[in-house]
């Protein structure tokens, strides 16, 4: 694809396989989308003109779902599915090890008991955010849709318009990525010890695993669904 310096970095992170591209540079495409590509990359220190030749080379790479195309009833679900699926099972998992590894090695790296605090803060604002989202803000965007689809009425928003839970949702993402930040600089980009275990490296490469899922989920949640919601709810009212 031809692509723009001045482009935003959440219109390009919509097109395959920018997101990806933009996840190994170091780019953040989730909560920083309104960025053109050149504020984007200056902002995560890489050269402009390297990310952008990167972005239009011609790829084979098999592509992910247009979620621009589809309906916001699958895209909500594939969020819920995968995404919120994957972060469950994952803080199910993280916050054990993370006690294991603060209990072996804790006293010779005080910073793990930092990590320990971000991670257990962090859970518990995604579990409570995932609920929000689950129970209250997909099942009226879905009935928004429904309903105009079928050319009725739609329903009256309980919040009063949906920008208003769709902005304490971007509130909440960007408080969650900047944990995974401030994470990431406490372990020096999740580089482990010399003398870590193995329980060490697994903590950071499932924090690390954590981290692009949340950026993917989040990039699908600010760039895709909540645009094409607010965009759906101005047609209806
Ligand atoms: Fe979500
Ligand atoms: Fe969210």
């Known amino acids: 694809m031809q692509v723009q310096k001045g482009q935003t970095v959440r219109e390009l992170a ?3 396989p920018a997101a990806r591209i933009f996840e190994k540079f170091g780019i953040d495409y989730c909560c ?3 960025k053109s ?3 984007a990359c200056s902002s995560a220190r890489v050269n402009v003109a ?3 030749a990167a972005l239009e080379e011609p790829t084979s790479e098999k592509k992910d779902r247009d979620w621009q195309k589809a309906s916001l009833s699958e895209l909500t679900s594939y969020i819920v599915t995968k995404h919120h699926g994957f972060t469950r099972e994952a803080i199910k998992r993280l916050l054990p090890l993370t006690a294991k590894v603060v209990g072996v090695h804790g006293q010779n790296h005080p910073e793990l008991t930092r ?5 257990h803060g962090l859970a518990d604002e995604l579990v409570t955010h995932m609920m929000k989202e689950e129970r209250m803000l997909f099942p009226y965007i879905e009935q928004l849709e429904e309903a105009t689809k079928r050319g009725a009425q739609a329903p009256p928003p309980m919040f009063g318009t949906v920008q208003n839970p769709v902005r304490m949702m971007m509130m909440e993402h960007d408080s969650a990525g900047q944990a995974l930040h401030r994470i990431r600089e406490i372990t020096d980009g999740y580089t482990p010890p ?4 193995v329980s060490y490296q697994a903590l950071y490469q499932a924090i690390q695993e954590f981290e692009v899922d949340l ?3 989040i990039h699908l949640e600010n760039n895709i669904l909540f645009p094409r919601a607010i965009e759906l709810e101005s047609q209806a009212f």
């Open 50 to 52: 390297e990310v952008k």
């Open 115 to 119: 990590v320990q605090g971000l991670i």
């Open 215 to 217: 950026h993917q989920h």
């Open 194 to 197: 010399s003398d870590a275990c």
């Open 14 to 16: 919509a097109v395959n």
């Open 37 to 39: 590509l050149a504020e």
């Open 32 to 34: 920083g989308g309104e």
